[in-house]
């Protein structure tokens, strides 16, 4: 995968059209705004994204977030702009298996800024660089008390099935426009 950066068009999502959000990849000083983002996230939230009682992200888990190598490891981060400031208000890391063709991910959107077709938007861009690596599905793991991602999930056109542990469900999507080159070749060449 190759960095990111995109500017997300208002008129796509339900967001006022004054509002400047770019999706782009982490950088090493991103660390304060990932969690401090992580902290404004609602206990709900957090538990939903994460799976456990945390208030900010562990220093081994910040250190994964901040270390995507761009290859098999992404982390993206849905920032709004203002004139005087960049504010966090969305994430998503993904992890792609090259020898399964495969890719995980997982991501949250602020509480305030959910609603407004932003996760769909978000789910389908990581879907399109997935695919143009070659990645042919691509799967996440959700509680089965998670409401809003399930219905993501089934609105893009993800099947559900048992999750790894009986609290949690397994959400995975055959991805179309898959390119056929081999990812693993040209991340060994990268
Ligand atoms: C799950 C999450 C990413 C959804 O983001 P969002 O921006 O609110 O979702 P969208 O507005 O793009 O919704 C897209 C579709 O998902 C479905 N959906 C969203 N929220 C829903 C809800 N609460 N109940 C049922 N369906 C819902 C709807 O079909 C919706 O389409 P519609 O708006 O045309 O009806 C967001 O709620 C979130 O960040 N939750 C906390 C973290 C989390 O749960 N992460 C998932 C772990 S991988």
């Known amino acids: 995968m190759a960095s ?18 770019i999706l782009r990849s982490i950088r090493p000083e991103d660390g304060d705004a990932l969690q401090d983002y992580v902290r404004r996230l609602s ?3 957090r538990a939903n994204r994460f799976f456990g009682p945390l208030r900010e992200l562990p220093p081994g888990e ?11 490891r992404l982390t993206l981060l849905l920032t709004s702009q203002s004139a005087s ?15 399964e063709r495969e890719g995980e991910f997982g ?12 996760g ?18 691509l799967f996440g793991d959700t509680l089965r008390s998670n409401e809003s991602m399930i219905g993501l999930a089934r609105a893009r ?7 790894l542990e009986p609290r949690t469900l397994r959400m995975r999507k055959r991805l179309a426009h898959v390119a056929p080159d081999l990812p693993c070749r040209k991340w060994n060449a990268a």
Do not use: F, K
Not at 107 to 118: H, N
Not at 157 to 163: A, D, K
């Open 4 to 21: 990111l950066s995109v500017r997300i068009e208002a008129h796509r999502s339900r967001v006022s059209p004054q509002a400047e959000l």
């Open 43 to 45: 206990p709900q939230s």
């Open 62 to 72: 910040l250190a994964r977030a901040l270390g995507a190598n761009e290859r098999d």
């Open 85 to 99: 400031a960049e504010t966090v208000v969305g994430e998503a890391r993904v992890a792609l298996s090259c020898v």
């Open 107 to 118: 991501m949250s959107l602020a509480d305030d800024w959910r609603g407004r077709g932003l």
């Open 120 to 137: 769909s938007i978000l789910l389908g861009l990581i879907e399109e660089r997935a695919a143009a690596d070659g990645i042919e599905t």
């Open 157 to 163: 056109g993800y099947r559900l099935s048992e999750g």
